[in-house]
């Protein structure tokens, strides 16, 4: 079958990385995917296997995500979201999809309510069958009606809602109040993970403490609090992969202490995880995914900028296990960080996660059953 998978990531890269994921497993099982990028281009994605489709790319003002930019930096205006609608759905319309799945929305992405729905109604007079796709741990609605509108967007247009969880771990109900009718609509998938790595054929990054931010631009505190950090910590290499432009690189180099090596974001990064010493980041989905797959030790400073709190719960939730610490971004300092990054360097080691991560496959099972239930019905 076709599939169509359309995101739009606006500050960091975990939801295009997360619906590459999916692309994949898709591809691995025969299917033709075809993958709608709304964000920024990502040059250090490998979309081999798909067919990427860009839109007039679109991020946040920061954490202001009801400011949309282009590319340029300018407000995005009517007419600019308006040639994004008309790609969107054009490109559905070459496409023919089997199945559609939108990332996140309607669970969020609601300022680019007008072009989803644009695309839903399009599926609708298709008859093609859609599903949601949303990770673990939603931003929580700050209003009963944002909650009641994804309740009434997925009852006019959806097949089911495929959360990448497990539901025992992180229930949906953790951070979204899911009602009675949404619930029969829930399909848990496991966690979505590409397969685990294996160690790095050249040895980079063992014995390392990996200090990393994600594919944006986000996390500058974290790379200064980490540069003090690595002063005071003579005795132990670091590494920074850094996201974001090549002056953001270049100025994090320049400020580097003789200990610790700055590079821009690279794929061989879960690789490098498997023998470091401590990893150091944030605590999006798959960040976590990538600690808890490799068993690396970790301090996570959980992103909370804004009203942001999906992070902080995430990274509550896993310091219950070996070897992982969190450190708030209000108490992070090159002292606080430098006191998490020995304590978990001391602990106990904690095997690799093995089980509900296939969650990939599993969507691409679900996913079949529902478009056979579909067609039969």
């Not at 799945?101 to 599926?123: C, S």
């Not at 009675?180 to 063992?206: C, N, Q, S």
């Not at 996390?219 to 002056?247: E, I, P, Q």
Request: with cysteine.
């Amino acid at each position: 079958m076709k599939v169509m998978i359309v995101v739009t990531h606006l500050l960091g890269t975990g939801h295009l990385t997360r619906a590459l994921t999916l692309g994949r497993a898709f591809a691995a099982a025969g299917d033709q995917v075809v993958l709608v990028s709304g964000g920024a281009p990502v040059g250090h994605l490998d979309f081999d296997g798909v067919d990427l489709v860009q839109l007039p790319p679109l991020t946040s003002d920061g954490v202001d995500f009801s400011r949309l930019l282009t590319a340029e930096g300018a407000v995005a205006d009517a007419v600019y979201l308006d040639a994004r609608q008309g790609a969107l759905t054009d490109a559905f319309a070459r496409a023919r999809p089997d199945l559609l799945i939108t990332e996140l929305f309607p669970f969020g992405r609601r300022i680019l309510r007008a072009e989803f729905t644009a695309l839903l109604d399009a599926a609708k007079a298709a008859t093609v069958p859609v599903l949601s796709s949303v990770r673990d741990i939603l931003a929580p609605p700050s209003k009963p009606a944002k909650a009641a509108l994804a309740d009434d967007l997925v009852a006019a247009y959806y097949s089911g809602v495929l959360v990448h969880s497990v539901a025992e771990i992180a229930a949906l109900e953790l951070s979204w109040p899911v009602s009675d009718r949404l619930k029969k609509r829930l399909y848990y998938t496991g966690f979505v993970a590409p397969a685990a790595p294996e160690a790095h054929p050249d040895g980079i990054g063992a014995g390392e403490v990996l200090v990393s931010a994600g594919g944006g631009s986000v996390g500058d505190h974290l790379f200064d609090a980490a540069l003090g950090a690595a002063a005071l910590d003579k005795g132990r290499n670091w590494r920074f992969l850094v996201g974001g432009s090549t002056a953001r690189v270049a100025d994090l180099r320049a400020r580097a202490p003789a200990n610790c090596t700055v590079d821009a974001a690279r794929p061989d990064f879960r690789q490098m995880l498997r023998a470091a010493a401590v990893s150091v980041s944030m605590c999006g989905y798959n960040t976590a995914l990538d600690v808890l797959q490799t068993g690396v030790r970790a301090v996570f400073v959980p992103f909370d900028a804004g009203d942001e709190v999906e992070q902080g719960l995430r990274a509550d939730a896993l310091a219950e296990q070996a070897g992982i610490a969190v450190l708030r971004a209000g108490d992070l300092t090159a002292e606080s960080l430098l006191d998490r990054v020995r304590n978990v360097a001391d602990a106990a080691p904690r095997a690799p996660l093995v089980a509900g991560v296939d969650g990939a496959a599993e969507t691409v099972r679900i996913a079949r059953r529902i478009v056979e239930d579909h067609h039969a019905g």
